[in-house]
T-cell receptor
Framework: SQQGEEDPQALSIQEGENATMNCSYK?????LQWYRQNSGRGLVHLIL?????REKHSGRLRVTLDTSKKSSSLLITASRAADTASYFC???????????FGTGTRLKVLA | GAVVSQHPSRVICKSGTSVKIECRSL??????MFWYRQFPKQSLMLMAT?????????EQGVEKDKFLINHASLTLSTLTVTSAHPEDSSFYIC?????????????FGPGTRLTVL
């Protein structure tokens, strides 16, 4: 399977703490994206990082990309209860439009 | 950003019936649309890629005769689950790409929850 893997599968933290999720993938990519999904809902696009970028910030989100290790991390700082959701990374296969999603991390932020 | 809609958002049907799900790009023309399936507490799995005016390309393990995809226009793709069975119950999500983005951007619909009794 080409599916990427994320760890941890589940993460439970207190409000105000930072949450870090990791994504590993298997093929060469053009870019990597992170999405959030609230239970039973659609995807919310969080951030895109291109293969020639190493780090990107957006508000409380920080994404890193290490193409040599085929891995990425998503850091959410100062977490809030509203950040409770599942987080997925998605990579596009070079030369195609296909997205391959990671297995996801279920984040629970306790108030 | 670009908007993609899906209809219906939720459908319950009896085993053996067929269900059609629509995916529309509302403010752009989508040269390529994708259909994903997501089982509870699992990730999205790509089912098929459809290009306007041509046959869909199915991922390995996806039955093309069971999941009929039609991409008749640049703004509409439909997924028909034929002779649905309880194991087809899932969350179906479509996405659309305009082909004009420099980084293969896909825009996702809100999903359709299918429950087969």
């Amino acid at each position: 399977s080409q599916q990427g893997e994320e760890d941890p599968q589940a993460l439970s933290i207190q409000e105000g703490e930072n949450a870090t999720m990791n994504c590993s993938y298997k093929t060469s990519i053009n870019n990597l994206q992170w999405y959030r999904q609230n239970s039973g809902r659609g995807l919310v696009h969080l951030i895109l990082i291109r293969s020639n970028e190493r780090e990107k910030h957006s508000g409380r989100l920080r994404v890193t990309l290490d193409t040599s290790k085929k891995s990425s991390s998503l850091l959410i700082t100062a977490s809030r209860a509203a950040d409770t959701a599942s987080y997925f990374c998605a990579t596009d296969l070079s030369g195609t439009y296909k997205y391959i999603f990671g297995t996801g991390t279920r984040l629970k932020v306790l108030a | 950003g670009a908007v993609v809609s899906q209809h219906p958002s939720r459908v319950i049907c009896k085993s053996g019936t067929s269900v059609k799900i629509e995916c529309r790009s509302l403010d752009f023309q989508a040269t390529t649309m994708f259909w994903y399936r997501q089982f509870p507490k699992q990730s999205l799995m790509l089912m098929a890629t459809s290009n306007e005016g041509s046959k869909a390309t199915y991922e390995q393990g996806v039955e093309k005769d069971k999941f009929l995809i039609n991409h008749a226009s640049l703004t509409l793709s439909t997924l028909t689950v034929t002779s649905a069975h309880p194991e087809d119950s899932s969350f179906y999500i479509c996405s659309a790409a305009s082909g004009k983005s420099s980084y293969n951007e896909q825009f996702f619909g809100p999903g359709t929850r299918l429950t087969v009794l």
